[in-house]
Each structure stands twice: as structure tokens, then as C-alpha cells.
């Protein structure tokens, strides 16, 4: 089995929805953080002024992800259905391992998603609004182990 179907099928254990396609990407701050940190000499200390404050029951609550060990994921996977695209948290970054355990954070109907992705100096940002909501989430790729991130991000375009 494919690092791919793993990762859809714990995706699909996680929503009891029929995942299509999956991508893993990084909390928004992450690759910031990570090389302010590194060169400081004290890890992910830095961009983590903004919280994390999600739900799934009654909406989508939230205006970004804040990166460090603030109770965010270090990786999240986006998980396309037919009708949502599901934001999960995973407990591991590395490019294997990890599937079992994705726990949902969010979803967006298909319907009312937005999506734009830009570049931040060498960091490749998405930005995904619910517009029903105007809530927008953002996330950075990851530099390696992405799963096709271009490809969900085409096919969630209209």
C-alpha cells in the first residue's frame, strides 16, 4: 500500500467520509518559526502570537493556526470528499507514520470553499475561507512529503 492510500484511508477512518485525495501541510508560521528559531538557538519561539481557536460542532471558528507547541498539530492533513474538504491534525511531521491517529480539526463545505495560494519570500501560503463565514485558515507547504498538494489544491478550484 502507497504512503497516499495510507494516508487516505486514515483519513476516511477519521471523518467516515469517502476521501478522494489528501495532502499534508504545515501550520501557518511553521517554516518562519522553524528558521527564526534554528538561528536564534531556541526552536519554534517565535511567530506564535496568534492562537488556535477551532471547531467542527456549530462552525468553523478561527482566524489562523499558530505554529508553535501552543496546541496545534506540527502537520496537517487536507482531505478532499465530494462534498468537504476536512482539515485534520496529525502528531507527526515525518514523511511516514502517522495515519492511524489524524484527528479531525475542521471541515469546509466544498460549496463554500475558497481557495488561494501565494508565495512569502521561498514559503508556498494557502489560504482556504469558508464564504459562508468569511474565516479564512492558512497553511504552508511542507518542503517534503506534501502527497500532491498542487494536485488537491487544482482539484478543489472551480
Excluded: C
Excluded at 536564534?40 to 502570537?49: D, E, K, M, N
Excluded at 507514520?97 to 514559503?123: C, F, M, Q
Amino acid at each position: 500500500m502507497s504512503r497516499e492510500e495510507k494516508a487516505r484511508d486514515g483519513a476516511a477512518a477519521a471523518t467516515n467520509d469517502d476521501i478522494l485525495d489528501v495532502a499534508v501541510v504545515m501550520p501557518r508560521g511553521s517554516t518562519f518559526a522553524g528558521v527564526v528559531g534554528a538561528t536564534a538557538g531556541v526552536g519554534l519561539g517565535a511567530g506564535t502570537s496568534s492562537t488556535t481557536a477551532w471547531g467542527v460542532a456549530g462552525g468553523l471558528i478561527g482566524q489562523r493556526m499558530a505554529s508553535a507547541s501552543k496546541g496545534s498539530y506540527p502537520s496537517i492533513v487536507l482531505a478532499a470528499s465530494p462534498t468537504k474538504l476536512h482539515i485534520l491534525g496529525r502528531e507527526r511531521t515525518g514523511v511516514v507514520g502517522g495515519w492511524k491517529s489524524l484527528l479531525p480539526v475542521a471541515y469546509i463545505e466544498r460549496a463554500n470553499l475558497d481557495v488561494k495560494d501565494r508565495h512569502r519570500g521561498t514559503v508556498h501560503v494557502i489560504e482556504l475561507t469558508d464564504t459562508t463565514t468569511g474565516t479564512t485558515l492558512e497553511f504552508e507547504q511542507q518542503n517534503i512529503g506534501g502527497l500532491g498538494l498542487k494536485d488537491l489544491l487544482r482539484s478543489l478550484r472551480p
